[in-house]
C-alpha cells in the first residue's frame, strides 16, 4: 500500500472564502482520487485527478467549486471555493498505486468547517 | 449505473461474538468488492477484498463472500474484539470504472 499524507488535517472557514487540500504520497501511483464524506454519510466521488490534464469530474460536482490539480505522480490539490456551511464535510484523498488493480488507499482525510 | 445497498446500519454484538455485514448491488458487470473499515476521526482503510473469480476470501478474523448471481457479497468478522468497533463501508466497481459505496454500518463490539 501508499503511504498518504493530507494537509491541512483540519479547519475552520469563513462562509465565501476558499480552501486548498494538498495530497502527498510516498510513490508514484496511477490514480488518484478526491472524495467528500459529509458528517455521517458514506463517501461521494467528487473527482479523478489527472496528471497534466484537467480532473474528471463526477455528475453535480463543477470545475469552478472544486478545481483540481495535479502536477506529477505523487501530489495533488483540491480547492474548496466560495465556501457556504454546506461544505463542512470530510474531504478524502485515495490513490491507486502503480503495482495493484483497482485497489485504493485513503489518506486521513481534511475536517471543514464552514461558519 | 451502479448502485449498492448495505445491511445492517447499526450493528452490535458482544466481544467474542461474530458480526455478518452484508451488501447488495445492482451492476452484473461489477467485479472488484472490497470493504474499508472507518474509525472515529481516520480515513478508511482497505481490510479486505475479493474479485469475482472467487466465491470467499479468508484473512485471519475477517472473511468475505461473494454470491455473483445474488448479486451480493458478505463481510465476516469472528471473535470480534472492542477495537473491531468502526464504521465498515463496502463498495462495488466494475471493470475499470470507479468505486460506488454503500451507506456504511456502525459496528459497536460490546465488551
Known amino acids: 500500500s501508499a503511504v498518504i499524507s493530507q494537509k491541512p488535517s483540519r479547519d475552520i472557514c469563513q462562509r465565501g472564502t476558499s480552501l486548498t487540500i494538498q495530497c502527498q504520497v510516498d510513490s508514484q501511483v496511477t490514480m488518484m482520487f478526491w472524495y467528500r464524506q459529509q458528517p455521517g454519510q458514506s463517501l461521494t466521488l467528487i473527482a479523478t485527478?489527472?496528471?497534466?490534464?484537467?480532473?474528471?469530474?463526477e455528475s453535480g460536482f463543477v470545475i469552478d467549486k472544486f478545481p483540481i490539480s495535479r502536477p506529477n505522480l505523487t501530489f495533488s490539490t483540491l480547492t474548496v471555493s466560495n465556501m457556504s456551511p454546506e461544505d463542512s464535510s470530510i474531504y478524502l484523498c485515495?490513490?491507486?498505486?502503480?503495482?495493484?488493480?483497482?485497489?485504493?488507499?485513503f489518506g486521513p482525510g481534511t475536517r471543514l468547517t464552514v461558519l | 449505473g451502479e448502485n449498492v445497498e448495505q445491511h445492517p446500519s447499526t450493528l452490535s454484538v458482544q466481544e467474542g461474538d461474530s458480526a455478518v455485514i452484508k451488501c447488495t448491488y445492482s451492476d452484473s458487470a461489477s467485479n472488484y468488492f472490497p470493504w474499508y473499515k472507518q474509525e472515529l476521526g481516520k480515513g478508511p482503510q482497505l481490510i479486505i477484498d475479493?474479485?469475482?473469480?472467487?466465491g470467499e476470501k479468508k484473512d485471519q478474523r475477517i472473511a468475505v463472500t461473494l454470491n455473483k448471481t445474488a448479486k451480493h457479497f458478505s463481510l465476516h468478522i469472528t471473535e470480534t474484539q472492542p477495537e473491531d468497533s468502526a464504521v465498515y463501508f463496502c463498495a462495488a466497481s466494475p471493470y475499470g470504472q470507479n468505486f460506488v459505496f454503500g451507506p456504511g454500518t456502525r459496528l459497536s463490539v460490546l465488551p
Open positions: 475479493i474479485r469475482s473469480n472467487v
Open positions: 485527478a489527472n496528471q497534466g490534464s484537467e480532473a474528471t469530474y
Open positions: 485515495s490513490v491507486e498505486p502503480r503495482r495493484t488493480y483497482n485497489e485504493q488507499f
